[in-house]
């Protein structure tokens, strides 16, 4: 291929694909659309191809697609028609009228876009601002998370979690026979440190099974045993009282 | 002629900070005036964005409203910004035109009424905020879906999908069913 | 007595859609105007805004200029936009409860006194300002040590946490006594 600046070829527009090419060469040649000569329009159509390839522009393989289709139709044409009941006669009708209908749904998407150009043009262009959210909400203070939640509400809470402990649902669900003694030991712990003002001895025996009233005696002697739990006993018939010490945290200190 | 300064004043502070168009229904509610008060209120806005040394106008995007410039200054915009305004290719506004019309569209679909790869243009008018990705295409391969954006309305100066010029074709239907068949 | 129309309307749209405050000097450029009829522009603006009706001010930061809206319409604004306060949830009812009586206290505690992982709840309520953290804990991991902040005490009336033990104690002997009659 050779560079002649001096001598420019045909000057050809750029197609945006090869059914813009055919387009413009049905409108070029003034006929229908609805009735394309094909021979005629098939064979301009390869000699752009041809010329788009001897000035090495892009020529895809979308171009050589339908230059094939179009010079398969044009044969179909130039063929004596077989006898109609040998061949299917819708074939050849098929082919034509799928690249026209193409044909007019690309023109008419081709017109919206002359008439976007012309708008880009004419209407010019608007622009917004960019908003920063953050930055206008940056001085407003945010609602109050408590709004509407009164003491009672945290009260409330607070009871649930004691009424949680109370129950013991970690130690319900073990099978009797199973229940681990450092199981026991974090259940009764956890009881007495939620009643830091003591709670009562008979209150801390569940009355459950045996197994479980015998672990967790056993985790209680464990507990005063390790002095994370103190007990009172103010007068010799009176409840025993158990109360947290302050060494009661250091046990979840090492739950971490 | 001045009547209800402070809700006017409002409607424009609210204007400018809006993100997203204000539908008249907002308005009322953050206002808590009437429809046809704040009907009112924004002509008089309009007519005040009308004087030649305001730069301002009130731009009505798919029924709700928003501040923009006026169109004669965008050059000065365009010089603040460092971005000459350049115009779309004749690629892109194919690609445009047949998503305005077809959305939700795939890729496949913009390919095969074009006869020819659109991948260049369409990522152009992604790039510029023009058309956008609101999903996926059920079926094999799940394609993008596209759209185009109000930011597209913005640049063509249309209030909403409706102004745009008619699609004149008499067997788009066809041509549809056939671009159907082929990306599935 | 309006003068110079387009470049007001230019300087206008300019300072709408300025992200940053936009200077004299670059003023200057932008308009091919000098800096005595950019100030005239300026005071004309400034006086255009000076109306009740309009809700638009002009902001002068560092030296530079740029529109806002004026504080008087402030309150509308933050109704577009101002999300609504969640309601904290029963979990974080639940560890602030826990933080409000036993303070200052780790998360593992608050974990083991709950019986259940208390992370996410912890993290909101730190999130709200209204638990922090206040150092950490002696001892293996020296794990963070939470309590609640002044936003707290000040919405529950507490004056000081010290207020928190005397009211623990009322309420706690009522209910160790229901829970007494219970187990009776």
Not at chain 1, 157 to 185: N, Q, S, T, W
Not at chain 2, 17 to 34: M, N, Q, R, S
Request: include cysteine; glycine fraction near 4%; charge should be negative.
């Amino acid at each position: 291929m050779e560079h002649e600046s001096t001598s420019p070829q045909v000057e050809l527009p750029a197609y945006q694909g090869p059914l813009d090419l055919l387009l413009t060469l049905i409108q070029q040649e003034k006929v229908d659309i609805y009735d394309i000569p094909i021979a005629r329009i098939a064979d301009q159509f390869v000699d752009v191809v041809r010329q788009m390839e001897s000035m090495d522009m892009e020529v895809t393989t979308e171009f050589l697609v339908l230059a094939a289709q179009l010079l398969y139709i044009k044969s179909r044409e130039l063929l004596p028609k077989p006898p109609k009941s040998e061949q299917d006669p819708a074939e050849e009708e098929d082919l034509r009228q799928e690249l026209v209908e193409r044909l007019v749904a690309y023109r008419a998407f081709k017109q919206v876009a002359k008439v976007l150009e012309g708008l880009e043009t004419s209407s010019g262009r608007s622009y917004y601002r960019e908003v920063n959210v953050e930055g206008l909400l940056a001085n407003v203070k945010p609602e109050d998370p408590l709004k509407g939640i009164e003491f009672d509400d945290l009260w409330q809470a607070f009871c649930k979690v004691i009424e949680r402990a109370e129950r013991g649902d970690e130690i319900r669900y073990v099978e009797p026979d199973e229940i681990a003694i450092d199981l026991m030991l974090a259940d009764v712990l956890r009881r007495v440190v939620l009643h830091p003002k003591g709670m009562r001895f008979s209150q801390l025996m569940r009355s459950g099974s045996r197994m479980e009233m015998i672990v967790s005696f056993l985790a209680l002697l464990e507990l005063l045993k390790s002095g994370k739990v103190r007990a009172e006993q103010t007068t010799l018939l009176s409840d025993i009282m158990l109360f947290p010490t302050k060494k009661a945290w250091e046990f979840t200190v090492e739950e971490e | 002629m001045l009547f209800r300064e402070p809700e006017t004043a409002a409607l424009e502070a609210l204007l400018f900070v809006a993100k997203d168009p204000l539908t008249p229904e907002l308005l009322v509610e953050l206002l808590e005036l009437d429809l046809a008060k704040i009907e009112e209120l924004l002509y008089e806005l309009r007519n005040r964005y009308a004087i030649d040394s305001c730069g301002l106008t009130l731009l009505e995007i798919n029924g709700g409203y928003k501040l923009g410039t006026k169109p004669e200054v965008a050059r000065y915009i365009e010089t603040l910004y460092k971005q000459p305004a350049q115009a779309l290719s004749n690629a892109a506004l194919e690609v445009l035109s047949i998503i305005a019309y077809k959305q939700p569209v795939t890729r496949g679909e913009v390919d095969f009424i074009r006869g020819v790869q659109s991948d260049r243009a369409l990522a152009t008018l992604v790039e510029k905020g023009l058309v956008k990705e609101v999903g996926r295409k059920e079926g094999p391969g799940r394609p993008i879906l596209y759209a185009t954006t109000e930011q597209f309305l913005l640049h063509f100066g249309l209030r909403s999908l409706d102004d745009m010029p008619s699609l004149e074709m008499a067997s788009l239907s066809e041509a549809e069913a056939a671009s159907t068949e082929d990306s599935n």
